[in-house]
């Protein structure tokens, strides 16, 4: 009996290494791994500022433990908590933001099909804007109560004279579970988990749209006469333009989405009962500029952030996708 061609021994193995990589490359899947991978790197880049934004926000009249300029802010945080200080929250906001991101990316490309004129046709500007809004709808929508973890872990070691129990010195800090336990159990059940909501996706859609449509404009300008792509300092430049506008224009829901999520946190005193309750209740107490609380350290890390995020997103698809790519989204 003859034995079998040792090309035919190689093939099988080929074809399912060839259909595996396929697979991955499909636009949607390959989207949701880099964005996986884009959110990861972005957050940690900008993890320090990340949280000062934070304790800038939930500041209110008369609590002034971080009221101060950014450099002072970041040097107090590192005094009081050291390099866990910076740190604080991250590791959740990780766990967050990888799936965050990832659902952002996959959810765009799939969202794009109902919007192109043929298959692979580039999107108009309006187009991207509407498909990254609901883009960020979406991915909001599944990792919502990570956020308000992050947020609270964020918070709780910070050194606000009212969050101090003197009866609980000593006590270990909860983690990621023991928060969203008590949330559950203590602050009202599932809805707890989601508290913040309606700010936050009145946010996220038009941030999420605006990103999206304006990196493809500042992406174009960034991209050599005669070449397909930017280079890699290019594609830094176009996401930190498009991070920057995209953030500036959506800042006070931001804003909102944090005093929501700690609303019911004993010692922090917002007892906000709508949004339009909670702004009226900013702008009577804090000013207009109550609605940008914060707004400094968030535009020095949203630079690097969206540059980072963009720069690692068309990398890792690039490398998922090799020579099957056709677009850069």
């Keep these: 009996m003859a034995s079998p061609s040792p090309e035919l021994d190689s093939n099988p193995a080929d074809t399912r290494l060839e259909r595996f990589k396929a697979f991955v490359a499909q636009p949607v899947l390959a989207s949701f791994i880099a ?9 940690t880049v900008v993890s320090p500022l990340e949280r000062l934004k934070i304790l800038f926000q939930i500041q209110s009249v008369g609590r002034n433990e971080y009221k101060m300029s950014v450099h002072k802010a970041l040097a107090k945080m590192w005094r009081d908590e050291g390099w866990r200080g910076f740190m604080a929250g991250n590791g959740t906001n990780c766990i967050r933001i990888v799936p965050y991101s990832a ?14 004129d043929t298959p692979g046709a580039p999107l108009g500007a309006y187009q991207r804007l509407i498909c990254g809004g609901l883009a960020g709808i979406t991915s909001v929508t599944f990792t919502y109560p990570l956020d308000i973890v992050r947020t609270r872990l964020s918070i709780q070691s910070a050194s606000f004279a009212s969050l101090k129990d003197p009866s609980k010195a000593g006590e270990k800090l909860p983690g990621m579970w023991g928060i969203l336990v008590n949330m559950y159990k203590h602050e009202g059940g599932f ?7 309606i700010p936050t996706v009145a946010g996220v859609a038009p941030y999420v749209g605006l990103n999206f449509m304006v990196y493809e404009m500042a992406r174009k300008q960034f991209t050599p006469e005669g070449q397909k792509d930017p280079s890699a300092f290019g594609k830094l430049g176009a996401g930190a333009v498009s991070g920057a506008v995209a953030q500036t224009c959506t800042y006070p829901f931001d804003v909102l989405r944090r ?14 009962k709508s ?36 720069l690692s997103f068309e990398f890792t698809r690039d490398l998922v996708m ?8």
């Design 275 to 310: 949004v339009w309750d909670a702004i009226r209740s900013i702008v009577k107490t804090e000013g207009p500029r109550g609605l940008y609380k914060g707004i400094v350290p968030n535009l020095l890390k949203v630079a690097p952030s969206m540059a980072s995020s963009w």
């Design 322 to 329: 090799g020579k099957r790519r056709s677009g850069f989204l």
């Design 35 to 43: 964005g996986g991978v884009a959110g990861a790197v972005s957050r």
């Design 103 to 116: 659902v952002q990316f996959g959810a765009y490309n799939f969202y794009k099909r109902f919007f192109e």
């Design 191 to 197: 809805f707890a988990l989601y508290r913040g909501i």
């Design 259 to 272: 005093r929501f999520q700690i609303n019911t946190m004993s010692g922090m005193g917002y007892q906000y």
